[in-house]
């Protein structure tokens, strides 16, 4: 598989990397059989990129990925975060302190001296600006408690007042054929300070897929049906803030644009081609949706007509919804 330059971490990473959230939690029930199985899938598929989080089953999801990583030759490139754990929620939390005692949580959940990248976990936005914060992060690279750090944003702002400080190695930002206001400002900014870019929720939940209808449900455990409304964290999260039935019926039309070719895999293309994005992480919680996340890699690019047929569907059907609340 294609490997990208991440940054200026010195790392390479496959283009298409494999998010874990669906192995920790707020999924539905994905069991430790089933975690191990999609984890080895998808690295023999040519993944060398995990991304978890401290918070993804309150540490199951680094603990399944230490356990996977066991038997392993070669350690992919293990990307958590942190900040989450915050109690209250609140920027006053984010002390050195508290940022270290999560950071070495995780080191121990992932088995591991050294961290290759924390990344702040969706913080309240005045962490991005906090220069406390980034300095106590430097000081767990100088110590050797990490490798490198980024920030995980829910608006292009917030990457922006990250992109300030040049010890910022990463930005994780929802990207996705029904949210492009990353395209505009913030990928740009990205490359011009050589910072690497990973895009999530790539499928809009699953949306992309083209697989739900208006009576679909889901379970009591899964955030598409508890956050729909943003009840639990950032509605953005989430169907990528795209109403569930727009996103539907706007999902009927990106089939129809896909052809006979997969609408996940088309999907995940269109985020590759991107300028400026190192990988997409989409998450997959059986081996199927292992290896078809990972066949996208190889499916040709798409055509200038197809991807005006993509913006204009964003435009007349999506923007109104997402473009400015992001």
């Known amino acids: 598989m294609e490997q990208r330059p991440l940054g200026r971490t010195g790392a390479d990473v496959s283009v298409v990397g494999l998010g874990t959230w669906q192995l920790g939690g ?13 984890l080895d899938a998808a690295l023999d598929a040519g993944v060398t990129l995990l991304d978890t989080a401290d918070v993804y089953g309150d540490g199951r999801s680094e603990e399944r990925i230490r356990k996977a990583l066991v038997a392993r030759a070669e350690r992919p490139f293990v990307a958590t975060k942190a900040g989450r754990r915050a109690d ?7 002390t ?5 005692a999560w950071i070495d949580r995780s080191r121990r959940n992932l088995g591991v001296d050294t961290l290759d990248l924390v990344q702040l976990h ?5 962490v991005y600006s906090d220069q406390r914060v980034y300095d106590a992060l430097d000081s767990f690279v100088e110590d050797d408690a990490i490798a490198a750090y980024g920030v995980s944003v829910e608006t292009v702002a917030e990457g922006l007042t990250a992109l300030e400080h040049p010890g910022v190695q990463t930005i994780q930002v929802i990207l996705n054929v029904f949210r492009r206001k990353p395209l505009e400002e913030l990928l740009p900014a990205a490359a011009k300070a050589q910072v690497g870019v990973l895009a999530r929720v790539p499928l809009a939940s699953g949306l992309l897929t083209g697989k739900f209808s208006e009576s679909t449900t889901f379970a009591a455990d899964d955030h598409r049906n508890f956050n729909r409304n943003g009840e639990a964290f950032d509605v953005g999260e989430t169907f990528a803030g795209v109403p569930y039935e727009v996103g539907v019926q706007a999902a009927r039309e990106f089939v129809e644009i896909c052809g006979d070719r997969k609408p996940a895999a088309v999907a995940l293309r269109w985020v590759i081609q991107q300028p400026g994005v190192t990988a997409v992480i989409p ?6 949706q292992a290896r078809g996340n990972a066949e996208a890699a190889e499916l040709p690019a798409l055509t200038d007509s197809e991807l005006a047929d993509l913006e204009r569907l964003y435009d007349e059907r999506i923007r109104a919804h997402v473009h400015d609340r992001w």
């Open 283 to 288: 998450g997959a919680s059986s081996v199927a």
């Open 26 to 38: 707020d999924w539905g029930d994905v069991d430790d059989d089933t975690a191990a199985d999609v």
């Open 96 to 100: 050195p302190e508290n940022l270290r």
């Open 122 to 126: 969706c913080p309240p936005t005045a």
């Open 88 to 94: 209250p929620f609140e920027a006053a939390q984010y």
